[in-house]
Every structure is written in structure tokens, then in C-alpha cells.
């Protein structure tokens, strides 16, 4: 089994206070044996979508870039698998909502950029263009990740178990546009219908920034291959939860289940029509 951490914390407009933050909790959740961390969506800044700012775009940055180079740093300090969300400018000024992932080596295992993109995002990034990725690590397990909104598409987190994910992250920015009910259900219908791990973790707290005024609800959660909530955080504080990752659990509720082996993909065009 491998240990895998998420991490909900109240976030600054201070990009600086929030780095700190995440890595001190980087640093924590590895002391307690976790391989592989993945941090609230936009970590290293507020959630700046409720309007539309152009001096936000300031807070972009490219990948690799400083924030990455940091939170490399400590992951190879930690010998962990990190994602790190942030917000991400190309040198073609792009702009996209980003995860980084990095290695315990230090080194960017690649990125993926939120492919659905909603309401006011939309004045801010642009839609992924790299696809669904997976990636294999290190710790015997391949990762994917789903940015909030995307994984309100049941296509995409099957894509992600089609491209071998034994669990995906869905680091979100949710409040009471998308009601805890349906947060919950989404999350344990991805990991049922896909018979893997999700990690789904969200921010807490109000941002302390002018526009902050909408409260996070964390409710962070894993859930298993069989729909059971096995960590849950609560709504008000800083958190880290963690689940063991059991590959052997996948197996054997795939084999049992046969929804991979009962699949009849002749049948699904119109998906794609």
C-alpha cells in the first residue's frame, strides 16, 4: 500500500505566506509517511474568479517557474510525488489553470491544465490543451488529475481509468455554487463507476482579499474503489487526511464488478458525435 495525503488550507493574497504554508504541510503530512500530496486548486493565491480583473493575470507565472522550482525543492526534500495547482502563463501569454506535478526527484513530471472551464474562469484561462494525462510513479501507482470543475464530466474520469489511474486528485475551489451534496456524489460516483481512488480536496476558510466574502466548505475526502468514504476533513479549519492506496483492493473489486469487462465502447460514438 502507498500512503497518499491532501491538503485543505485557508489561503492569502500573499503568495509568499501561501507557499510557506503548503510546504510546511508538505513537510508534515511526509513525516506521517504520505508519497503523494496534492494541494487545494490555485494553492499558491485566492481564488481571484468571482470578478473580472485583468491585474489578477499578474499573479500567473510560467512552469517551471519560481513557484515550482520551490515546491520542488521540498518535494525532493521529502522524496514525495507533489501536485501543486497554480495558475500558469506560457511564454506565448497563455494563461491556464495548471497542475504541476513533481517528482521526488525534484524534477516536473508534467502538468495538467483544467480542460472545462466555467463561468468567469473563462475571463482568466484559457481550456487545457493537453488532454487527460496520467502519471506513473515511482511508488508503483499512476496518478491522474481532474481540476473542480472538470469533474463534473463523467467522460473525463473515465478517461483517466481507461489511461490506467489507480486514483485521481480533484483539487477544487468550491462553495455554495456546487452544494456539498453534490460535491460528495460526484466524487463517490467517479470512484465506483471507475473502481479507483479519489482524492477530492477543497479549500477552507474566506479569502482575505476584497471579493472574499463567499466561505469554502473543505469537506475534503478519499474515496474507494467501492464508493466508501475512508478520510474525511471537516469544514472550518486547515486540514490534511489521508487513505492507503490499496492496488490489490483495484484488482480485485474490477474483477468482481466487471464494469471494465462488461464495457461495450461499439455502443458509445454518439458521446462523440
Request: with cysteine.
Amino acid at each position: 500500500m502507498v500512503k497518499a495525503a491532501i491538503v485543505q488550507f485557508n489561503a492569502y493574497f500573499d503568495k509568499e505566506k501561501n507557499i510557506a504554508k503548503a510546504k510546511s504541510y508538505v513537510r508534515e503530512a511526509a513525516a506521517s509517511d504520505a508519497k503523494l500530496i496534492c494541494l487545494q486548486e490555485l494553492f499558491s493565491t485566492v481564488y481571484f474568479c468571482v470578478g473580472e480583473n485583468p491585474a489578477y493575470r499578474e499573479l500567473a507565472e510560467p512552469i517551471p517557474g519560481p513557484t515550482t522550482e520551490e515546491m520542488a525543492e521540498v518535494a525532493q526534500e521529502t522524496r514525495v510525488v507533489l501536485v501543486a495547482p497554480m495558475y500558469e502563463k506560457t511564454s506565448e501569454d497563455e494563461y491556464y489553470n495548471t497542475a504541476a506535478i513533481l517528482g521526488p526527484d525534484g524534477k516536473l513530471m508534467g502538468k495538467y491544465r483544467k480542460n472545462s472551464i466555467p463561468f468567469n474562469e473563462k475571463f482568466y484561462f484559457q481550456p487545457g490543451n493537453l488532454g487527460f494525462p496520467v502519471f506513473p510513479t515511482p511508488f508503483g501507482l499512476t496518478i491522474g488529475v481532474l481540476i473542480c470543475y472538470d469533474h463534473n464530466f463523467p467522460e473525463a474520469a473515465r478517461v483517466l481509468a481507461l489511461k490506467g489511474a489507480d486514483l485521481i486528485f480533484v483539487p477544487t475551489a468550491a462553495w455554495g455554487y456546487l452544494p456539498k451534496h453534490v460535491w460528495e456524489i460526484g466524487l463517490r460516483a467517479h470512484s465506483v463507476e471507475n473502481l479507483y481512488y479519489v482524492g477530492g480536496l477543497n479549500r477552507v476558510g474566506k479569502d482575505h482579499w476584497d471579493l472574499g466574502d463567499k466561505p469554502y466548505y473543505g469537506d475534503s475526502m478519499f474515496v474507494n474503489p467501492k464508493g466508501e468514504i475512508i478520510a474525511r476533513a471537516g469544514g472550518q479549519n486547515d486540514e490534511i487526511i489521508y487513505a492507503d492506496i490499496d492496488l490489490e483492493m483495484i484488482k480485485e473489486v474490477r474483477d468482481d464488478w466487471g464494469f471494465f469487462r462488461d464495457r461495450r465502447p461499439d455502443l458509445y460514438h454518439p458521446l462523440v458525435e
